[in-house]
């Protein structure tokens, strides 16, 4: 154990090593890139399936007596209903700190402000005198949105999930979140302030993969309980075993990627600040041991300050052991490149959920990125900004899918209908073309399905 010089109060565990890949000289492909960059060695999904598919199967058969069981298991809490009382909700949010409540209110307003922006417009194409085919988009009936729990408390999230919700028009809206012991089995307060405040009023004291399940499948009120209704879509960040649920799911209900442990690129060169560089790699770090914080950089010069600003900020921030666990993982470290041209190449092929652009130019650095959740430009856009006030949405693609996936945004909500409206000399006009492919693909009574509406003439 080794004690801060600078705050002796704090304590760190273990030593931060903050590894090193080196990729300089190396002409790599893709796939080589993609095994190079650091990842977690931790559990993986595969690990995690069966344990998912069990707890899934048992809520699926047992309902509210599962969820109580998984509720005293994994939570310590003795359950007999999830739903948080409607009394709950208003007295935290009366109780909610004036500060905190302030700094909801204007995250709420920014991020509504954004989302109302994104929702797409419908649309009416006239392909000739009387054919019309639109596009109308749709909100989904009911949506199951997830909050975690665990090592810190995750109001913002709330916001996260509720407002592209709320602004794509979706009229029910459900919120689990993980009971706690110390709160009489209820979530965090500050979780029931942030639902209140939003004007979400059904809210499950249900954490992990049960949660996902429940949204799922529903689970029906024999007795006189109170029915868990099931949903259309199951959105929020988690753990591996939330993120396991979800793609487990996926197709019984939609989900809106599959978000895991935490993580943060930033592509720096010569001219960023090392304690800035630093202080963000920690920000991330600091939300769990296994959370991912890598630095590419052509700078050799700039890796070594950021290694001593880490270890000199690691060493006096709050949650040290868990920052120095993270930093020293197999899925943190740094990333020696050529030049920016790599660097970047490096980033797409990593797909950061947070990926931080620390350069010279960097609005343009960034345009050239591909694949992020969400990207940062420059010193005064770091990712706690996102996380709380910039009026994006933190809910973001980790563990690389960053490549093909979205963050959560307000279509994760909608679903495009499309409208076909042709009169009868608009059929006529296109139908032996209709019968012609018809008949090419053998299917004749597709070709009859038209032709009988001009029978006898």
Not at 384 to 412: E, I, K, M, Q
């Amino acid at each position: 154990m080794t004690i801060s010089p600078e705050n002796p109060a704090t304590t760190v565990t273990a030593s931060l090593d903050f590894r090193s890949i080196d990729l300089r000289g190396r002409a790599l492909s893709l796939a080589e890139l993609r095994a190079a960059v650091p990842r977690a060695q931790h559990q993986t999904v595969a690990d995690a399936e069966q344990k998912v598919l069990d707890i899934i199967a048992a809520v699926r058969s047992r309902g509210f007596a599962a969820l109580g069981e998984f509720a005293l298991a994994f939570d310590g809490v003795e359950q007999s209903h999830p739903r948080v009382p409607a009394a709950a909700l208003a007295e935290a949010l009366d109780s909610l700190d004036p500060a905190v409540r302030s700094a909801l209110e204007e995250s709420i307003s920014r991020a509504r402000r954004f989302a109302a922006a994104q929702r797409p417009a419908d649309v009416d194409v006239e392909l000739g005198d009387g054919a019309v085919v639109s596009q109308n988009w749709v909100p989904v009936g009911r949506v199951g949105l997830y909050v975690p729990g665990g090592l810190a408390v995750y109001p913002s999230s709330v916001i996260m999930n509720v407002v592209p919700a709320q602004a794509a028009g979706v009229p029910s809206v459900a919120l689990a979140s993980p009971p706690q012991k110390e709160f009489g089995g209820l979530p965090h307060p500050t979780i029931l302030a942030a639902a209140a405040l939003l004007g979400i009023d059904e809210v499950y004291a249900i954490g992990g993969a049960q949660a996902v399940a429940a949204f799922a499948y529903g689970i029906p009120g024999p007795g006189g309980e109170e029915t868990l209704e099931p949903v259309d879509v199951v959105t929020g960040p988690g753990n591996i075993f939330v993120a396991t649920a979800k793609r487990l799911v996926k197709g019984v209900v939609g989900i809106d990627s599959e978000a895991g442990t935490t993580e943060i690129a930033i592509l720096a060169d010569a001219t960023a600040r090392p304690d800035l560089v630093a202080a963000d790699l920690i920000s991330q770090a600091e939300h769990d041991p296994k959370a991912a914080s890598v630095l590419v950089t052509d700078s050799a010069e700039l890796a070594a300050a950021v290694d001593a600003e880490l270890k000199r900020q690691a060493a006096r921030t709050k949650h040290s052991e868990r920052v120095v666990t993270a930093l020293s993982g197999p899925q943190s470290g740094v990333v020696l490149v050529d030049n920016l041209e790599q660097g970047i190449a490096v980033c797409d092929a990593y797909a950061a959920e947070h990926l931080e652009i620390m350069t010279a130019d960097a609005p343009a650095v960034a345009a050239r990125i591909r694949n992020a959740g969400a990207i940062f430009v420059g010193d005064y856009s770091p990712v706690s900004l996102g996380d709380y006030c910039a009026g994006s949405n933190h809910v973001l693609p980790t563990s690389g899918t960053a490549a093909f996936s979205s963050g959560l945004n307000v279509t994760t909500f909608l679903r495009a209908v499309q409208l076909i409206n042709y009169s009868r000399p608009a059929l006529e006009e296109v139908s032996r073309h209709i019968v012609s492919l018809a008949g090419a693909e053998d299917l004749p009574g597709h070709g009859d399905a038209v032709t009988i509406r001009f029978a006898g003439e």
